[in-house]
């Protein structure tokens, strides 16, 4: 059966080769808490949904475990376990934001996700123009010609455009910069389903072509300036 938000009710099915059962059930689980399954139906106890999905309590019981230390489910003695609110989610935990793609974007979503994209990547374009080394600049170069080669209808554009915001990542060296590219890619995947909805071009290409110009003359400020441009272009979809 298929719920108003077009997310298929719990059902057996068997584990893709190489998961575990738990994590079956929390991909399940936690995909239809995120897509909205659960905001107008009550979340099962474990019997029920041991029983809905015929594994045991004891599977069940780990992925509410494993659900709960993600932020979305939390247990209380007598009351039972509920779905937590989105303000408790931790949306930088990698399954979060792999769910959060399979909802319906919104305006909203994508304003809180590009919010914070238009701070970090222009800080990191103009740290890459600081500090890059040569092999960086490198991989740099090639996913700005994939972008070339996308706008030319040679490429997949999104595809090309996510390589070019986490080579930008890639080329501060710094590990902590490079922590935000799950952040990015659901940033541009909401901006690029939000486009496809709206009608809307992408971002232009001499925007792409700034910032790249810039980090391989060592120029932190433009180069700061000129990411600041690409992302504006996904927070500008949401006024």
């Known amino acids: 059966m298929e719920n108003a938000h077009g997310t298929d009710e719990p059902k057996r099915s068997m584990p893709a080769p190489g998961r575990s059962i738990t994590e079956f059930i929390v991909n399940s689980i936690g995909e239809m808490i995120i897509t909205g399954h659960y905001d107008t139906t009550p979340f099962p106890t474990e019997d029920e949904l041991a029983l809905q999905l015929r594994f045991s309590r004891t599977a069940v019981r780990e992925s509410f475990k494993m659900l709960a230390a993600k932020g979305l489910l939390s247990a209380r003695p007598r009351h039972g376990t509920f779905v937590q609110p989105e303000s408790e989610w931790h949306l930088f935990d990698p399954d ?26 222009p ?15 490198g991989a740099l170069r090639e996913s700005f010609d994939r972008v070339v080669r996308a706008h030319e209808g040679e490429d997949d554009l999104f595809d090309a455009s996510m390589s070019f915001h986490f080579a930008v990542l890639e ?26 909805r709206l009608n809307l071009n992408h971002t232009p290409i001499q925007y792409y072509a700034a910032v790249m110009t810039a980090i391989q003359e060592g120029d932190g400020v433009n180069a700061s300036r000129s990411m600041y441009r690409v992302a504006q272009e996904s927070l500008l979809l949401t006024e």
Not at 171 to 196: E, K, S, Y
């Open 171 to 196: 080329a501060t060296d710094n590990p902590l910069f490079m922590q935000f590219r799950g952040v990015v890619q659901t940033a541009l995947f909401m901006a690029a389903r939000l486009r496809i």
């Open 96 to 121: 979060v934001l792999r769910w959060l793609c399979r909802r319906i974007p919104s305006k909203s979503s994508l304003r809180h996700f590009a919010s914070l994209c238009i701070v970090v990547e």
């Open 123 to 137: 800080a990191a374009a103009g740290l890459a123009a600081r500090c890059s080394s040569l092999p960086k600049l």
